[in-house]
């Protein structure tokens, strides 16, 4: 949109260069022109590197930059169960009260 906003504006001011009078070429055309130059290259070129200076360090942080307080990152948490066993398992509860987990094949 800032693109097109210079453009058209600047078209507008094309027939401005045909008029008879140096004065109105000079200062009103040459005036137009570089002030809607000057604010699309203050929008898109000055302006972002501004704020990206002094804006935040990084809106997205890596994941492994992120841990919470007092708890090991995923990553680095072993799997308890090995991962050759392949076959699925029923859990159930023994006479106890406890879950006991038990290979499907077996029954």
Request: aromatic residues 10%; without cysteine.
């Amino acid at each position: 949109p800032s693109l097109h906003g210079m453009l058209s504006t600047n078209l507008a001011l094309l027939p401005i260069l045909g008029s008879e009078f140096e004065f109105i070429r000079k200062y009103y055309f040459g005036m137009l022109f570089t002030m809607t130059f000057l604010a699309f290259l203050n929008g898109m070129l000055f302006l972002p590197v501004v704020i990206s200076l002094i804006g935040p360090k990084e809106l997205f942080p890596e994941e492994n930059d992120i841990e919470t307080e007092g708890e090991a990152p995923i990553k680095d948490v072993e799997r308890e169960s090995d991962s050759s066993n392949l076959e699925p398992e029923k859990t159930e509860i023994d006479a106890n009260g406890s879950d006991v987990s038990v290979p499907l094949s077996s029954q």
